[in-house]
């Protein structure tokens, strides 16, 4: 059996304080390290805090290019502990606009995937703040395989777990700032997508500020293996990724072998 340290890193990050916010971020990734993780994830928006009354106006005061001085500082955290760093979502400023985008840096400190996320919560108005990305994110890596990117919303999404799937990706890397009054669909959504494509879900929550923390990580037969405490800290733990995999391919691979996706082409919702 060959185990993964993996790190969820989960706080509450300050609305619209970028230096204070980066400040923790570094603290909590070295802390992780320090237990031995090699692979850390951290939450969606942390450099920028989620607060949805004043999202515009935080997301603007903290918003910075990639490569930029915070990318570099993130590079450099992955680099000094040598760990694959699923660095969370940034607001990322690029012509003009400002998109959600998640960043993953290698035990070198390169920045290896990048992915702008897709499905903006209008429930908060983040339409009205991000642009949206247009692409499916699978990162290839030698030591886990693909892996696909989705954040927060994205990971709601049935059909996007299933392209993730479509294009290879076993494990999936979900940064959130999910908020408490939609918990029941944490419960519920992550474990069936995980169930549905075998694949390993890794889902980092911010807590507290009405976020509710409870990172965990799903097997690929829908159960949690781990889970983080709610409002509380970070969690390490260690989990044998390969057998998760060859579980599924035995137990619940017609799921996605025998799909048939020429009879699930969408149709138009009635106005």
Not at 96 to 118: A, I, M, Q, S, W
Request: hydrophobic fraction near 45%; include cysteine; charge should be negative.
């Amino acid at each position: 059996m060959s185990t993964t340290r993996i790190g969820l890193g989960q706080w509450h990050a300050v609305p619209g304080d970028k230096n204070v916010n980066l400040a923790t971020a570094l603290e909590v990734v070295a802390g992780l390290a320090a237990q031995g993780a090699e692979l850390v994830v951290l939450p969606e928006l942390w450099a920028s805090g989620y607060d949805a009354a004043r999202l515009g106006e935080i997301v603007s005061a903290t918003a910075e290019p990639v490569p930029g001085p915070r990318s570099e500082a993130l590079a450099q955290a992955a680099r000094e502990h040598g760990l694959w760093l699923f660095a969370g979502s940034v607001p990322e400023l690029a012509d003009g606009r400002v998109y959600n985008t998640t960043l993953v840096f290698d035990p070198e400190g390169e920045l290896v995937g990048v992915h702008r996320k897709v499905h903006l919560y209008r429930p908060t108005a983040e339409d009205a703040v991000f642009a949206a990305g247009e692409t499916v994110t699978v990162l290839d890596t030698e030591r886990f395989g693909a892996v696909g990117l989705a954040t927060c919303f994205d990971g709601d999404h049935p059909g996007y777990a299933r392209a993730l799937r479509d294009r290879g990706a076993r494990l999936v890397v979900m940064p959130a700032a999910y908020e408490t009054a939609a918990e029941s669909w944490w419960d519920l959504l992550h474990p069936a997508n995980a169930l549905a494509n075998g694949q390993w879900w890794i889902t980092v929550n911010q807590s507290d500020g009405g976020m509710f923390g409870r990172s965990r990580v799903i097997a690929p037969d829908g159960t949690t293996v781990a889970e983080a405490p709610r409002d509380g800290a970070s969690l390490i733990c260690d989990v044998d990724l390969e057998a998760g995999i060859h579980e599924a391919d035995i137990h619940n691979s017609a799921l996605w072998n025998d799909a048939q996706p020429d009879l699930y082409v969408p149709h138009p919702l009635p106005t």
